[in-house]
């Protein structure tokens, strides 16, 4: 083992040892903390429901008392229930569930002191049944208690409390409760982290809090014990801190380490300084700069690595320079030819209206006007197009952006600008397409080349070019078809290479700008073509986002 590695190892060990100890007291001490805190949480969250229950008991007791005085103070229920004179005691029925739709309840019962129930707002045909379980096991629930009844539809949970009034020497005791659904049950969540459940059977496992009440069940018997509210944690939270206070621990220690090895190399090297000079330089060295210099009086192995690092940083300075200017050149090439090609497509159909003005101004000079107002679009659609194309080149790459663009409107505007010579140009267009995504510039370019194309393969002859569009999976399938010469596979294997053309006076830049432009917009180019029958060239465009049609 050489000394460097023996100090690099040294320096290691005496780094991570105390650091492990370090790690291991934070991870206890924040552990025993994070623990103490919880419990805390937890405690103080049991006091809220524990006040929360005591509250809403208290509420519904004085509900139920409220409405035992009024009872005690009512002619009317004097006269049905005490003195039973009342006939059918159609009022004292009623009374049951306007009462208790008034107060708030989900349970409202009305018994004299032999159990017999006057009135049931939750269950109307309850009346003259004899309940005197009820009044027992409520009178013995000082907090209230959980009943277990139902309705006519269904059966029914009720925290409920119990009130008596005389009247006439008589008693009376009035039963009220409020439904525990589940409704009732969320209002009790305080704490995000946790959540309330109720039950009457036995409480789950893991449950990290508990508060009980009696339970009075169908048959009248009360269990002191019966039913609960429980506070559970549906994700164990003081795990979740342990883990992260793991994760943080794990992370600084991963940090130090990092930093320790660092330093540990940084000292290292310390022992080979001339190495570390020549690493040094030679790191600067790439071809934005390659200025660096490896002087060395040294005559051993160091100086002959410097030597041959510096005649190698002069050769690649001369390569550079001459690697430079040859892509210089080759760029400025490129972007000629492109320019000229674009605005070769651009002044073609300008070109093509002056040759029809100056026919009309030779032969019919009185319709001039009016072949000019009929050619004037397309002058407008061109010098607008070649204003497009010159901000787009002033800023040497067009804009994409989120521009998008109605395919069959480029097309007619495509279309209307070309001249066909002896063949025609034709359309075949599908209605409600949807917009594609890019600028109607490239769009323009695209089919304005393919279209050229097409034209220049039928040589002057009688044939058509025919322009389709239609739905294709998430966007527009856009189609130029002609009736010329179609390609080899040898011509077909070269069509979109860049600057091969097979045309005289061709750029060769037609079909590779159309390349680039349908890969640009996320597309999708493919051809077929038959020798000495023609070709057919389609281009898929994704639908632009957040079109609908």
Known sequence: MSFRARLFAAFLTAVLIPLGLLGYGVRRTLGERATAQHSGRVSALMDVLRGDLESESGAIGRRVAAIAAELGRDSRFRLEAVDEAGGERRWLLDYGTSAMQRAGLSLLQVQDSAGRILTSGHFRNEFDRRDPAMIAALARALRGAIVESRTAERPLVALSRLDSFVVAGRRFFVTGGVEVDSGFVAALARDPAFKVTFGSEAPPAGVTGLVEYPRIDAARRLAQRGAWFAIEEPVDVLAGLRRSINRWLVTALVTTLGLAVALALWLSSRVSRPLRDLAERTAAVDLDRLDQDFPSDRSDEIGTLAAVLGDMTGRLRVSSTRLREAERRAAVGDMSRQITHDIKNGIAPIRHVFRHLDQVARDAPAELAVAYGERRA????????????????????????????????????????????????????????????????????????????????????????????????????????????????????????????????????????????????????????????????????????????
């Open 378 to 549: 397309t002058i407008e659609s061109s010098v607008g197009y070649l204003e497009t194309l010159a901000r787009n080149y002033a800023r040497l790459s067009p804009a994409s952006g989120a521009a998008s663009c109605d395919v069959n409107t480029v097309v007619r505007d495509v279309v209307r600008d070309v001249a066909a010579g002896a063949g025609s140009v034709l359309t075949e267009l599908a209605p409600g397409l949807p917009p594609v995504r890019g600028e109607e510039l490239a769009v323009r370019r695209i089919l304005q080349n393919l279209v050229g194309n097409a034209i220049d393969s039928l040589d002057g002859k009688a044939g058509s070019v025919t322009v389709t569009t239609s739905r294709a999976g998430g966007g527009v399938l856009m189609s130029v078809a002609d009736t010329g010469r179609g390609m080899s596979r040898e011509e077909l294997d070269r069509a979109f290479d860049d600057f091969h053309t097979t045309k005289p006076g061709g750029t060769g830049l037609g079909l590779s700008v159309v390349r680039r432009l349908v890969a640009d917009l996320g597309g999708t180019l493919r051809v077929e073509t038959v020798p000495g029958e023609g070709s057919r060239f389609f281009v898929e465009l994704p639908q632009a986002p957040g079109a609908t049609i």
